[in-house]
């Protein structure tokens, strides 16, 4: 899927991501919070969109994710 979106992140980046949320590596956080910690989203200026990515978990995140975000 792709998007407009200016936020970009490496392909090879987010798989490795999923393999550490696989692997367990985020205990005690939801999908979204353990990926925005992961990229220190909290650097970027606009995070009204980001908000709602922070809180989400499951599919909703992953699905917030592939929406927010252009993988190169």
């Known amino acids: 899927m792709e998007n407009d979106s200016s936020l970009q992140i490496e392909r090879a980046a987010y798989e490795e991501f999923r393999c550490l949320w696989n692997l367990g590596n985020f205990e005690q956080q939801r999908l979204g919070q353990a990926f925005y910690n992961h990229f ?3 650097k970027i200026t606009d995070q009204a969109a980001l908000r709602s990515l ?14 927010l975000f252009h993988l190169h």
Do not use: F, N
């Open 54 to 67: 922070y809180e989400a978990d499951g599919e909703k995140a992953s699905s917030l994710i592939l929406r």
């Open 40 to 42: 220190e989203l909290h």
